[in-house]
Nanobody
Framework: QVQLVESGGGLVQPGGSLRLSCAASGFTFSSYSMAWVRQAPGKGLEWVSDIDGGGGSTNYADSVKGRFTISRDNAKNTVYLQMNSLKPEDTAVYYC????????????WGQGTQVTVSS
């Protein structure tokens, strides 16, 4: 059974930090690129960052570049998102997404974790 389980969300003050984790099971983790996608209240999905299966290539949305860092540990089947200098506009539900790197492009989603940035 495929599972992506996010954790690490919570309430943090502006300027603070959080580290999100996404634990994967039920598929060959290293064969999947992983991404973080967020949805703010009343808004659509926004891609935040992604990392390739080997962990050597990363990409970031302009809105988080320089503040967020994505990483993965293939031995632990886990992807992380280190979030620093958080802003109120980072408030959202953060979802973990896995995409198989070879065709067919199978996609898996986690259930999401809430991040709230507020004083």
């Amino acid at each position: 059974q495929v599972q992506l389980v996010e954790s690490g969300g919570g309430l943090v003050q502006p300027g603070g930090s959080l580290r999100l984790s996404c634990a994967a099971s039920g598929f060959t983790f290293s064969s999947y690129s992983m991404a973080w996608v967020r949805q703010a209240p009343g808004k659509g999905l926004e891609w935040v960052s992604d990392i390739d299966g080997g962990g050597g290539s990363t990409n970031y949305a302009d809105s988080v570049k320089g503040r967020f860092t994505i990483s993965r540990d293939n031995a632990k089947n886990t992807v992380y998102l280190q979030m620093n200098s958080l802003k109120p506009e980072d408030t959202a539900v953060y979802y973990c997404k896995g995409v198989r790197e070879l065709a067919p492009a199978i996609v898996y989603w986690g259930q999401g974790t809430q991040v709230t940035v507020s004083s």
